[in-house]
């Protein structure tokens, strides 16, 4: 069974840092590009960031770029979201969330539960 | 970026009811387009990728369509389960974009 657990969502400060972690289980990790996905309280779903399965391919939102550094470890099963400078506006929910079996354009298959992010002073 | 529109925003309807969601891209993304459903406090979920293949284990009363600009999601009878809000993502390039989506409630 496919499992994404995300952790290391938290209260922090604008400005300030958080890295954002997601243990992978149930599936070749390094088979599979993953991504990032965000929700604000109330709000849509916004894409923020994905990574190849090989971390050769690395794609973020403009809201994001520069700040954010998305990484994985395959001999850890596991996805990171480094987030820097951030921002009231960064304060959601993230989602990891990896590829479908069906390619590049095969939508989102799988997801984590979640993590909250709270950016405030 | 490509800029994704859903009509309507909301919709009531009764259990039943055949139900039609558009999705709308700002320039063509040949069928790379996907359905999502998400209940409150739950994570999304997908239900059709390729615009119009479902993904395994979801309802058949779930169905996608179009091509080019133009998607749509038919729920042909709705249940109680199917109240929630629903997505659309374009994954033709990056950066990805979803759809402002579309809340399902009951009438």
């Known amino acids: 069974e496919v499992q994404l657990v995300e952790s290391g969502g938290g209260l922090v400060k604008p400005g300030g840092s958080l890295r954002l972690s997601c243990a992978a289980s149930g599936f070749t990790f390094s088979s599979y590009s993953m991504n990032w996905v965000r929700q604000a309280p109330g709000k849509g779903l916004e894409w923020v960031s994905s990574?190849?399965?090989?971390?050769?391919?690395?794609y973020y939102a403009d809201s994001v770029k520069g700040r954010f550094t998305i990484s994985r470890d395959n001999a850890k099963n596991s996805l990171y979201l480094q987030m820097n400078s951030l921002r009231a506006e960064d304060t959601a929910v993230y989602y990891c969330?990896?590829?479908?079996?069906?390619?590049?354009?095969?939508?989102?298959?799988?997801w984590g539960q979640g993590t909250l992010v709270t950016v405030s002073s | 970026a490509i800029q994704m529109t859903q009509s309507p925003s909301s919709l009531s309807a009764s259990v039943g009811d055949r139900v039609t969601i558009t999705c709308r891209a700002s320039?063509?993304?040949?069928?790379?387009l996907g359905w999502y459903q998400q209940k409150p406090g739950k994570a999304p979920k997908l239900l059709i990728y390729a615009a119009s293949s479902l993904q395994s284990g979801v309802p058949s009363r779930f169905s996608g369509s179009g091509s080019g600009t133009d998607f749509t999601l038919t729920i042909s009878s709705l249940q109680p389960e199917d109240f929630a809000t629903y997505y659309c993502l374009q994954d033709y390039n990056y950066p990805k974009t979803f759809g402002p989506g579309t809340k399902v409630d009951i009438k």
């Open positions: 990574i190849s399965s090989s971390s050769s391919y690395i």
């Open positions: 969330a990896r590829d479908s079996d069906y390619g590049d354009s095969g939508g989102l298959g799988y």
């Open positions: 320039q063509g993304i040949r069928n790379d």
